[in-house]
């Protein structure tokens, strides 16, 4: 089944979107603080990498070719990386508010 019109641009945008709120998030946390990193700190800021990593892949492999046997096979992968990476900032977001 072909995806949907505008379901590129639409999840390009939706990766972007939530990649500037976890940058925020992180500029609010205070990543840039003096002192030593605790435990829970290098665990947020490693969910976070990771979630920053899987959204800003997205609409690269939203928009990369596909062959004329699987045409949405490129999209599926990049809607899994979105959910990922969404997953994984609000996590950290999360953690950073429970454990901070």
Known sequence: ?????????????????????GMAFLGYWG???PGGWTRADRLIAALALVGFACL????????APVGPDAPDAK???ARHLFMTGAAL???AIVVAVVLI
């Open 1 to 21: 089944m072909p995806s949907p019109q505008g379901s590129v641009v639409a999840i390009s945008s939706a990766s972007a979107t939530l990649f500037s709120i």
């Open 89 to 91: 900032v609000w996590i």
């Open 75 to 77: 999209m599926r992968i």
């Open 56 to 63: 800003g892949v997205v609409p690269w492999m939203a928009t």
């Open 31 to 33: 990543i840039n603080e």
